[in-house]
């Protein structure tokens, strides 16, 4: 019958190993490519976060060296900022914007096959630093100088690592917005767009933004170190409190660039299994906008105590506070969703539902640390450790666990083992609050961050905290696990997936065909995603 | 900006109409991209007017030939405390001779500071120097200071470096004392070009006085 070989035609893939994975222009591939390398860069990020929880389990000097130590707490933080968190959002964009806008691919499909396959020569570059003469980077993420440019011989490597991330983040950003601008289908008109593109849309915006400005960052400190300039260096009429202020105008925005594509995903998952549609869809565009906007006039709340006239401290101080108006929307506008609607909890619903309380709760210890009295005690503790790792890992790592749930059935055609994710979700909440709620009372306390070793009146929150530390890491593995099962097989997923989903992305078959949307679909309103509009 | 519409016209091909339309919005936001490269290195200028105004990082230190000076009278006192830091990468004792002085408004003022120079050749150092409140730095003249040139010291020279400043009686009543704060840096390039110099100097005598004793 004619319908089967078009169907197999229309289904063609690339064939061999190279043409399918290693030239790829397909939005699918790509995005996989993305979510798999994600993974592994989770997996070694991790391991290191474990020599990290390893050596502090108890006081005194067991493991490792110091030098050695701080090449792990900065080495990790860059791991899992720039080769996890960012290109599992890029993966989660590639495979989903496409699909839930109607659009055939992304925009730029060559430009986009390039954005991926600068990541694992940048990773390998960075990662390989750790076996230079002299070790890694060690003076922390932040690259503060004048301590970075006492890196042994891997520092240049590790900044052009860093240049190549940069290049990699604006090119796929750039390709988000000519796809959600130019390929979106008739009909699909931009309040009409799910949340997640929306949320996506914003955070391409951030990148162009300010990955360029890291870049020129990164770029003043080679000048420094090779070519006897003087943009960081005191002693030439510099000034290194400089760079912090550059650097902290890329990285607060970035914090949100981590989070945005979260908020659109809870604002994905939580309609659905609560059955109605998104309370407030247009507020929680605006206020996504607002966030935005905001995380770019706030950046010195990072360096309060670097000696600021009192002026800045006090607009610092209250501009910071006000992102938790437009935050404080979203939360709002995700419990009124479930209020009353006909809830279950599959385990998409159990992540997302862990992400609101435990974001929640980073959103609050963010406020403390806004208080210009209180962070001159804060400052540079556990305290803060603690904050980011809410924000971070029971924010945006729950919502892309979340994510990957949600649409697993989606991209593999199978349904997951529902009985292990749940497992998975109630082990990981119990041990990463283990993990990081003692790191609290150990700011509090005064341990500071980035200290191999401590006073031993920080003995039991410590020994707690790598206790749910090596818990969380291995229940990974159940993660690993799981996803793998699914993709070889198990029951057969439906379209629709969940009862109450909504979008474009429910209307093509399970698992989503090679090529989708070749032709426009024609958009009624049952099949526009949740929200209570027009 | 451009979209698929329901047109209905076969013939007008809008896959290359949207593929236009993406070529477009490449270029302007790789613009947008280096704009914001460029904006990066912009704020190097921008953090030095930032300064200037404010007087953060010392910056509104004035420099002011003594006979420019005008008279005042009967201003009030304020106390100036003096500190020193040596680079980690310098092989110097710096102190100030009196760690701190009250002085009237609007009064010259001299003080020194004290440099020894422990390492095993001669040296070429150069001070940084900051003003705590900042913004007590905007009325802050100096007319004399050992931070306007570089500084050389032989092996084992020890220098005193006087100051000469006065504070403007401009200066807010909220400002009781004021910080004056030195840090020493070695200026590299210059003390390896010094030492490179001496050598060949030393060299070149030696050579001289070979042929010297020769000749006779
Ligand atoms: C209500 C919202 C938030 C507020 C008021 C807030 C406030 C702050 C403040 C004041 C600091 C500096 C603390 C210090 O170093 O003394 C900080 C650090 C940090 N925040 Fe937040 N924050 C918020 C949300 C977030 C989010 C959503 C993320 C990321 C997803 C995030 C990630 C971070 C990170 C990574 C650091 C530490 C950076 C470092 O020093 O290495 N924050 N936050
Ligand atoms: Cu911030």
Known sequence: MPTTTHEDHHDHKPQGFLNRWVFSTNHKDIGTLYLVFALLMFFIGGSMAMIIRAELFMPGMQLVQPEFFNQMTTVHALVMVFGAVMPAFVGFANWMIPLMIGAPDMALPRMNNWSFWILPFAFSMLVSTLFMDGGAPAGGWTLYPPLVLQTGSSFIFAMFAIHMLGISSIMGAINVIATILNMRAPGMTLLRMPLFVWTWLITAFLLIAVMPVLAGAVTMLITDRFFLTSFFNAAGGGDPVLFQHIFWFFGHPEVYIMILPAFGIISEIIPTFARKPLFGYTSMVYASASIAFLSFIVWAHHMFTVGMPLGGEIYFMLATMMISIPTGVKVFNWISTMWRGSMTFETPMLFALGFVVLFTIGGFSGLMLAIVPADFQYHDTYFVVAHFHYVLVTGSVFALMAGTYYWLPKWTGHMYNERLGKWHFWLSVVFVNLLFFPQHYLGLAGMPRRIPDYSPQFADFNMLSSIGGFAFGLTQFMFVYIVWKCVRGGETATSRVWEGARGLEWTVASPAPFHTFETPPDIDDSMVAHGDHL | ?216
């Open chain 2, 1 to 216: 900006m451009q979209r698929y519409l329901p047109v209905a016209d076969p013939k007008i091909d809008l896959r290359a109409e949207i593929k236009l339309a993406n070529r477009r919005l490449l270029r302007i936001l790789v613009l947008v991209s280096i704009g914001m490269f460029g904006f990066g290195f912009a704020l190097w200028p921008l953090y030095t007017i930032f300064c200037e105004a404010t007087g953060f990082g010392g910056r509104g230190v004035q420099e002011v030939a003594a006979e420019d000076l005008k008279q005042y009278q009967n201003q009030r006192e304020i106390t100036i405390r003096f500190d020193a830091t040596v680079n980690s990468g310098l092989n110097w004792k710096f102190k100030p001779v009196q760690t701190s002085k009250t002085v009237k408004l609007g009064e010259i003022s001299q003080t020194s500071y004290t440099a020894a120079n422990l390492a095993d050749q001669a040296v070429i150092g150069h001070a940084v120097f900051n003003v705590a409140p900042p913004e007590a730095s905007l009325y802050f003249v100096k007319t004399e200071c050992f931070c306007f040139t570089e500084q050389l010291l032989e092996e084992g020279e020890r220098k005193e470096m006087p100051v000469t400043f006065y504070i403007s009686p401009d200066l807010p009543d909220d400002i009781g004392n004021i910080t004056l704060s030195y840090t020493f840096f070695e200026n590299v390039p210059a003390t390896l070009a010094l030492n490179e110099k001496l050598a060949t100097d030393k060299f070149n005598d030696l050579n001289t006085n070979t042929l010297t004793t020769n000749d006779t």
